[in-house]
Nanobody
Framework: QVQLVESGGGLVQTGASLRLSCAPSPRDSDRNPMAWFRQAPGKELELVAAITWSGSRTDYADSVKGRFTISKDNAENTMYLQMDNLKPEDTAVYYC?????????????????????WGQGTQVTVSS
């Protein structure tokens, strides 16, 4: 059973940057399509960004386009979310997710129901 381990959350001020990391355990697990979701208090879980297994394609929620960057280091089998110019509305618990897919696939998956494996979540708090 694959487990995802996130790190990098914290408390920052408006305009600051943070980088989240997500790696599977065991580390030699398959390189999978992955995504970042977030859930703010009282709100539904929403997709933030998603990436194909190869890293060749990415997509973002409109609310984070131009500020967040999703990437993968397949040599280290780790996914990142670089978050710049953070805003108070970015405050949420951030979850990474992954799913198996054939290496011939370059599909981006958008629904929470598409993902099989989930991390425990990391809190990001942006103060105004």
């Amino acid at each position: 059973q694959v487990q995802l381990v996130e790190s990098g959350g914290g408390l920052v001020q408006t305009g600051a940057s943070l980088r989240l990391s997500c790696a599977p355990s065991p580390r030699d697990s398959d390189r999978n399509p992955m995504a970042w979701f977030r859930q703010a208090p009282g709100k539904e879980l929403e997709l933030v960004a998603a990436i194909t297994w190869s890293g060749s394609r990415t997509d973002y929620a409109d609310s984070v386009k131009g500020r967040f960057t999703i990437s993968k280091d397949n040599a280290e089998n780790t996914m990142y979310l670089q978050m710049d110019n953070l805003k108070p509305e970015d405050t949420a618990v951030y979850y990474c997710a992954s799913r198996p897919a054939p290496y011939t696939s370059h599909t981006i998956y958008y629904s929470r129901n598409d993902y099989r494996y989930w991390g425990q979540g990391t809190q990001v708090t942006v103060s105004s």
